[in-house]
């Protein structure tokens, strides 16, 4: 099991809440995590590129992407792994701006619950089938 954990800042509807850089350390410490990186707009193509980038130098075969709704790029995300040969089914979105963003003005709660999410979000990344 190869992870990467990929946050997004949403600009700032996710980093206004959530301290993104600790969550990054965070997220890197959690087991099979072999990368973890912050972005501005991941679904850009800046975004959508460093990902491909990551999957083949660190031979992931698994993506969990923190960021907002998977009603909102759920498929822009299985297209990226799709596009860098690894299986689009094997991908968790962990909602850390509808779930924590959004609903905290405090900073360290939302901080701390955005941990809880990522983490739930690599256990479960950790046990997905590929589909075909």
């Known amino acids: 099991m ?3 954990v990929y946050i997004c800042h949403c600009g ?3 980093q206004a809440t959530v301290n993104v850089a600790k ?10 995590v072999r990368v973890a990186k912050d972005y501005l707009y991941l679904c850009s193509e ?5 990902i491909k980038q990551d999957i083949d130098e660190y031979c992931l075969d698994r993506i969990v992407v923190a960021a907002c709704s998977p009603r909102m790029h759920e498929i822009t995300f299985r297209n990226v792994m799709k596009a860098a040969g690894i299986n689009p089914y094997c991908l968790e979105i962990a909602n850390i701006r509808e779930h924590c963003s ?3 003005d405090d900073r360290m709660k939302a901080t701390k619950k955005a941990q809880k999410i990522v983490a739930a979000g690599v256990a ?9």
């Open 102 to 104: 959004w609903v905290h």
């Open 124 to 132: 479960k990344a950790a046990r997905l089938e590929p589909l075909h």
């Open 46 to 50: 800046p975004g959508q590129r460093m």
């Open 12 to 14: 700032v509807n996710i």
């Open 23 to 32: 969550l990054t350390k965070f997220a890197e410490q959690l087991p099979y």
């Open 2 to 4: 190869r992870i990467g």
